[in-house]
T-cell receptor
Framework: SQQGEEDPQALSIQEGENATMNCSYK?????LQWYRQNSGRGLVHLIL?????REKHSGRLRVTLDTSKKSSSLLITASRAADTASYFC???????????FGKGTLLTVNP | GAVVSQHPSRVICKSGTSVKIECRSL??????MFWYRQFPKQSLMLMAT?????????EQGVEKDKFLINHASLTLSTLTVTSAHPEDSSFYIC?????????????FGPGTRLTVL
């Protein structure tokens, strides 16, 4: 299974603090993506990192990928209350387009 | 970015009835679409792959006779939950990769919340 597993399952921080979420997966990948889901809503694509990349930035987001450890991390800097959401790492794609979602981390940013 | 819509966004039905959910790619064609189910506080689980012009392929444990999928055109896939029961209450989300696009580029619909009484 390529299912990613996020750690922690839930994270509560104060506004302005940084939030770090980790993801582990089991098989080799071509890329890894992170998505955000606000409560009971659709998914928003955040960032994609390819297997030959080690780190990628997008605004307040920083993603790292360690293929030797089959793990990735998502860092959100200077968090805001609006960042409150569930965050999923996603692996897959490839020739059959199938994506496999991790269990997710529920991030709560308190104002 | 590309837009995928779902209709309805929310539906409440009585046990035993059938419910149809539509997934449309609004500004691109998609020969393949995916249907996911998400129970409260859980992750998305892939249910099936909808293929335009051919039968859908279902993930293990998903009843094909209960979850009917029809990929009527290059921009529309429908999921029909037949004889719905309370345990089918869930959040159903579709996604679509643009035909000819990168396999990792998929666009998700906003989801349909189904409540079966």
């Amino acid at each position: 299974s390529q299912q990613g597993e996020e750690d922690p399952q839930a994270l509560s921080i104060q506004e302005g603090e940084n939030a770090t979420m980790n993801c582990s997966y089991k098989t080799s990948i071509n890329n890894l993506q992170w998505y955000r889901q606000n409560s009971g809503r659709g998914l928003v694509h955040l960032i994609l990192i390819r297997s030959n990349e080690r780190e990628k930035h997008s605004g307040r987001l920083r993603v790292t990928l360690d293929t030797s450890k089959k793990s990735s991390s998502l860092l959100i800097t200077a968090s805001r209350a609006a960042d409150t959401a569930s965050y999923f790492c996603v692996v897959g794609g490839g020739s059959n387009y199938k994506l496999t979602f991790g269990k997710g981390t529920l991030l709560t940013v308190n104002p | 970015g590309a837009v995928v819509s779902q209709h309805p966004s929310r539906v409440i039905c009585k046990s035993g009835t059938s419910v149809k959910i539509e997934c449309r790619s609004l500004d691109f064609q998609a020969t393949t679409m995916f249907w996911y189910r998400q129970f409260p506080k859980q992750s998305l689980m892939l249910m099936a792959t909808s293929n335009e012009g051919s039968k859908a392929t279902y993930e293990q444990g998903v009843e094909k006779d209960k979850f009917l999928i029809n990929h009527a055109s290059l921009t529309l896939s429908t999921l029909t939950v037949t004889s719905a029961h309370p345990e089918d209450s869930s959040f159903y989300i579709c996604s679509a990769p643009p035909s000819g696009g990168a396999s990792n580029e998929q666009f998700f619909g906003p989801g349909t919340r189904l409540t079966v009484l």
